[in-house]
């Protein structure tokens, strides 16, 4: 993981730094992470008629990612309604003459089910329809394009990336041994060497789990205030360290 190399040195300088600087901060690497983020496959396989985002688009939920050329599909659909459109009606026409008593229930009941099993298709067909089109499921932006206009794509296909850059998060890797004293609230400065700033953070939440290899635990944090020009993928260091123990 990125992360683990960014930080690894910084983990196992950072107890010595503490142990011989007394009350300094050890500096502990971080990354800027996006708490909502996809990979955007292809939902069929097929010709892509428009897709129009680049990498570092913005795009709002709901906007059309890509839309695939379903001529046949559109077809099926389309003769799924005239069918549904057909057997409707004979329903209708079986429904009068049985109140004019001049057809059995039977005819009447295969009439119900053709109708039935008419929806079913139209059901399936829509569905199929609906691949068609891919929708943006959040706001943000565009990370990767993997692929291109007017290229086939096979089902599953990766197409684009997407990240929420408006929902960012800090990531750290910490001394398990902090854990003592550690705690969400805890306050710190996160120096991001990207934009050059410093920002006051917050920690969120820690992991469920310690790392038994290198004792160490990872941590969330969220900036406090505005935090503009911050992308995913951004690192610095963290000025974090235990409190000082007063004699």
Not at 118 to 142: K, M, W, Y
Request: contains cysteine; hydrophobic residues 45%.
């Amino acid at each position: 993981m990125q992360l683990g190399r960014i930080v690894a040195a910084l983990l196992l300088a950072a107890p010595c730094a503490h142990a011989q600087g007394g009350a300094q901060d050890s500096a502990i690497g971080v990354q800027v992470v996006a708490r909502l983020d996809a990979v955007i496959g292809a939902p069929m396989a097929g010709r892509l008629r428009e897709f129009p985002l680049r990498d570092g688009d913005r795009f709002q939920a709901g906007d059309v990612l890509a839309r695939f050329a379903c001529a046949q599909v559109d077809a099926v659909v389309a003769r799924s309604k005239a069918t549904l459109g057909k057997k409707q009606r004979q329903l209708d026409i079986s429904a009068k003459l049985r109140q004019l008593g001049t057809n059995n229930t039977a005819e009447y009941q295969l009439a119900v089910s053709e109708v039935a099993e008419a929806q079913g298709d139209l059901v399936i067909a829509d569905a199929n329809a609906e691949s068609c089109t891919v929708h943006a499921p959040f706001a943000g932006r565009v990370g990767n394009v993997s692929a291109r206009n007017f290229e086939w794509v096979t089902a599953g296909a990766p197409m684009l990336e997407l990240v929420s850059d408006r929902e960012l998060e800090l990531e750290l890797i910490l001394p398990s041994r902090w854990l003592a004293w550690l705690q969400t609230g805890t306050v710190f400065t996160a120096h991001i060497q990207e934009t050059g700033q410093a920002y006051q953070a917050a920690i969120i939440r820690l992991s469920g789990k310690v790392d038994s290899v290198s004792q160490s635990v990872k941590a969330y944090a969220r900036i406090t205030g505005d935090a503009p020009g911050l992308l995913p993928g951004m690192s610095g260091q963290a000025e974090l360290s235990p409190p000082t123990r007063t004699k």
